[in-house]
């Protein structure tokens, strides 16, 4: 019996908030094995496009354990990567928005001009905490974020990632009225954008938590961006999302640090993470290829 991923069984989900016990007895196993370091996440692969059987095992575990794994293959700019492993975890259905390739993946590079050089992405400029998606509707959440990376930045570009369900337990485990805070449906609200096609986007209005009722499982939706991200004048939401800040931002626990090397990738169940700001070798400037799914990872 597995007591670290949410079984498939709604009424047993860790995420009920009136069954404490499973919530209780959930989190012990999930902070027992949850990495110290972001090295223990990384998975040495020959050829992503075709994990061997136990390549995939050791991905799964990781994955069990942290909603993450990081692959390490030789550096490699085939587009088709992040694809072929998305396959190989269950996952297929694309989030398209107006800014990515015909293939559908991103390909995020600081672009000096052009349609994207005014979103955050395309810069060399600093990412703070988020899920991916986060102004999406709520029928087009992101579940499934994967990243392969072609060229590292010449300095700087490190990521920080947290999975999203240790963020859930370590506010639980302090004040549950956290949780139930953030599970409101109008916590956080992004406001008007743009969207495919360059079509005005119109504000979005959504929970941070929810647990999906078919599957038990854990959804987060999150930015820590101040300009465009407005929390429900609400003490309680208030209180929760400064708490959320404070542990995302503090040492306490669960938040790993490390670089994207070219031919190393993220494969996530859309944990949370950041960018640092970088700094670009004109002649190889940095280049990472974004796949995001609508599914959850099969694990
Ligand atoms: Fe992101």
Redesign the pocket.
Known sequence: MSLVTPTADPARSPFRLDDDAAFRRWSDAKLARYPADLGELVVEVKDPRRLTRSEHAAMLDRLRRTNMVLYAGPADADRAIPLALGRQFGVTRLDRNWLSDPDGLSTLAAAADGRRAGYI?YTDRA?RW?T?GYYNAADRQIHA?LLHCVEPAAQGGENRLLDHEIAYLLLRRENPDYIRALMAPDALTIPPGTEAGGLARPERTGPVFRVDPASGTLHMRHTARRHNAVWKDDPPVRAAARRLHAILEGSEAGVLRGLLQAGMGLISNNVL?DRAAFEDDPESPRLLYRARFYDRLDI
Do not use: E, Q
Request: charged letters at 15%; zero cysteines; proline letters at 17%.
């Open positions: 992405p990412i988020h991916d974020l993470h």
